[in-house]
């Protein structure tokens, strides 16, 4: 452990008070690997006031490419302190400060978790300098550590060693100064952190809580009505960019205006926050979220019998377990019928066949295409309705309603990218049954059978997800088998 002192250039503009970071561990994932140095370098005002140091042991062993890369032996970490003998030095040091670091996502990663398995939370405002090299120095295509080194003329003393490379980072902050007006590196600064503006009606600490991982967020305005729910990958940020006055919007400043209080759900994932997003603004009604409303319009278009003219019927009267002769859903009729009026002009179907137009085929007058000659003539009698329905499922395939692909219901698991806390997504029939905390909970939800309404934007989602690939599905038939009377 080791404690010094410098002054170098200052950046006083840049925060006032910034810890800028450095750490080696025994692996690249913050939830299973472990932090075997610290190297701390503390600015005040823009000077340093403590630069500060510690070997930890990871209590485990250091693979052999990571000692030769940093040269740190599991000999030299055998009698060193463990991370939560440091805790408490650690986080005072770096409590209230501006976290920085080059490729800031892996120390902050590495320090948020090593501080969760401890049961104790830690969120900052995080700068990379990788980022902000990027930012102010577009016209170079690398920015790590060693071709900062490189071009900006670092002194690059105790390469690959926490304090060291920490050093490096606070040198490269120094060059930015140089090289900048001080205007420049706060823009730039105030963009990267999305520095929030909060409207005086809200707590200056509404913010503090929130955390950087997926999740979603509600808006509440007077009487504590929800108006605006959104959803991110990073709710910090994203809540965060709703005050930047560098991005703002004329809803963001709307939203300014009304809101009274910021409430928060985590999620495992993204894609648990796309669920959350869509169940609540159905529920909620928000006053801003116009998408993803509650739509009982619904539709499908329905060709069950070639030898019959298609139709379009209302959602409750498909039978989505036999959804061979289903197409959409639309959001209403009027979607339909736009759907249909563009497949007859593209492929030379009749707007009486397709019901578009009012008379019906009995009557054999043309339909208004055939008039125009882009119909070729099941009106007339030219064409049969069955070599015209022919046509017809063809140029609707792209809008096949999907048969289930499973036997019965499934699980989908997501892990938490930072917690490695795990949720399990359950659906059935392209309906999502709800979200479980165990596989044990997964098979209840399954079982329960409850009625659960379709909902479009969910189905959307499911079958991108589906079709992305790579989603860890776990069957669930031995709930359907059980259940069968």
């Known amino acids: 452990m080791s404690v010094h002192s410098a002054t170098p250039a200052g950046l006083p503009f840049l925060h006032e008070r910034i810890a800028v970071v450095d750490l080696e561990t025994t692996g690249t994932a913050a939830t299973a690997d472990a932090i075997t140095e610290i190297g701390i370098v503390l600015i005040d005002h823009g000077h340093v006031v403590e630069e500060w140091s510690s070997l930890v042991n990871p209590q485990c062993v250091i693979p052999p490419e990571i000692q030769a890369l940093t040269g740190i032996t599991d000999d030299m970490v055998r009698d060193a302190p463990t991370f939560a003998e440091l805790a408490e030095e650690v986080f005072a040091r770096l409590q209230d400060r501006l976290f920085v670091a080059h490729n800031a996502r892996f120390d902050y990663g590495f320090i948020k978790n090593a501080f969760?398995?401890?049961?104790?939370?830690?969120?900052?405002?995080?700068?990379?300098?990788?980022?902000?090299?990027?930012?102010?120095?577009?016209?170079?295509?690398?920015?790590?550590?060693?071709?900062?080194?490189?071009?900006?003329?670092?002194?690059?003393?105790?390469?690959?060693?926490?304090?060291?490379?920490?050093?490096?980072?606070?040198?490269?902050?120094?060059?930015?100064?140089?090289?900048?007006?001080?205007?420049?590196?706060?823009?730039?600064?105030?963009?990267?952190?999305?520095?929030?503006?909060?409207?005086?009606?809200?707590?200056?600490?509404?913010?503090?809580?929130?955390?950087?991982?997926?999740?979603?967020?509600?808006?509440?305005?007077?009487?504590?009505?929800?108006?605006?729910?959104?959803?991110?990958?990073?709710?910090?940020?994203?809540?965060?960019?709703?005050?930047?006055?560098?991005?703002?919007?004329?809803?963001?400043?709307?939203?300014?205006?009304?809101?009274?209080?910021?409430?928060?759900?985590?999620?495992?994932?993204?894609?648990?926050?796309?669920?959350?997003?869509?169940?609540?603004?159905?529920?909620?009604?928000?006053?801003?979220?116009?998408?993803?409303?509650?739509?009982?319009?619904?539709?499908?278009?329905?060709?069950?019998?070639?030898?019959?003219?298609?139709?379009?019927?209302?959602?409750?009267?498909?039978?989505?377990?036999?959804?061979?002769?289903?197409?959409?859903?639309?959001?209403a009729r009027p979607r339909a019928r736009e759907m249909l009026t563009r497949l007859a002009a593209e492929h030379g179907l009749c707007w009486k066949a397709l019901g578009v137009e009012a008379g019906g085929l009995a009557e054999g007058a043309p339909c208004f295409a055939r008039q125009i000659r882009r119909c070729l003539g099941c009106c007339v009698g030219a064409e049969t309705l069955a070599t015209h329905n022919a046509?017809?499922?063809?140029?609707?395939?792209?809008?096949?309603?999907?048969?289930?692909?499973?036997?019965?219901?499934?699980?989908?698991?997501?892990?938490?990218?930072?917690?490695?806390?795990?949720?399990?997504?359950?659906f059935n029939q392209w309906r999502y049954l709800g979200c479980a905390r165990s596989e044990a909970d997964a098979y209840e939800l399954a079982a329960a059978r409850a009625e659960v309404e379709f909902d479009a934007d969910i189905f959307k989602l499911l079958v991108k997800r589906l079709a992305e690939g790579g989603a860890a599905i776990m069957p669930l038939l031995a709930v359907e088998t059980a259940n069968i009377d």
């Open 116 to 331: 969760r398995r401890l049961g104790r939370p830690f969120t900052a405002d995080v700068l990379c300098t990788v980022r902000l090299s990027r930012k102010l120095y577009p016209e170079y295509v690398q920015h790590n550590l060693d071709s900062l080194i490189e071009r900006h003329r670092l002194a690059a003393e105790g390469r690959h060693r926490a304090l060291g490379d920490a050093r490096l980072a606070w040198q490269f902050l120094s060059v930015v100064a140089r090289d900048h007006a001080a205007e420049t590196v706060m823009a730039a600064t105030r963009s990267l952190l999305k520095m929030p503006s909060l409207p005086p009606q809200l707590d200056a600490d509404a913010l503090k809580a929130i955390p950087d991982g997926p999740g979603v967020y509600v808006f509440y305005g007077v009487n504590d009505l929800p108006i605006y729910i959104g959803k991110s990958v990073n709710l910090r940020d994203r809540v965060r960019s709703h005050f930047s006055s560098d991005h703002r919007q004329s809803n963001d400043l709307r939203l300014s205006l009304e809101l009274r209080r910021i409430d928060f759900e985590e999620t495992a994932g993204e894609f648990g926050a796309l669920l959350r997003e869509s169940q609540l603004i159905k529920s909620s009604k928000p006053l801003r979220n116009l998408r993803l409303r509650r739509n009982a319009q619904l539709v499908f278009v329905r060709l069950a019998d070639l030898s019959r003219p298609a139709e379009i019927i209302a959602f409750d009267d498909a039978d989505l377990e036999n959804a061979n002769a289903l197409f959409g859903p639309f959001a």
């Open 391 to 426: 046509r017809l499922a063809i140029a609707l395939q792209p809008h096949r309603f999907p048969t289930w692909p499973f036997a019965g219901a499934v699980a989908i698991r997501e892990v938490h990218p930072d917690h490695g806390w795990e949720r399990v997504h359950v």
